[in-house]
């Protein structure tokens, strides 16, 4: 998409970070990404961009994702 030539550095670090964090806590459950995107209710391919730190989301959406994979809020601050 064309607003990625102009997404801060910062921004790209921080989701490349979270999206970190989120395959760790996938793996420690076992889990596959289409499972964890079946249990929270996004498309397969939506969590596999927000695992990858890819694009934009809505925080209810990182908040189901987060609520499947036992993660808390200030795991990820």
Do not use: C, H, P
């Not at 970070?17 to 793996?27: F, P, S, Y």
């Not at 079946?38 to 927000?50: D, P, S």
């Not at 730190?53 to 209810?60: H, I, L, Q, T, V």
């Amino acid at each position: 998409m064309l607003y990625y030539r102009y997404m801060n550095t910062e921004d790209e670090k921080v989701r490349q970070k979270l999206g970190e964090i989120l395959r760790v806590a996938r793996e420690k459950e076992g889990l596959t990404q289409a499972e964890v995107a079946k249990r929270a209710k996004v498309n397969a391919n939506y969590y596999a961009i927000v695992e990858r730190g890819e694009g934009s989301y809505s925080f209810e959406n990182l908040q189901r994702i987060m609520r499947v994979l036992k993660i808390k809020s200030l795991d990820i601050l």
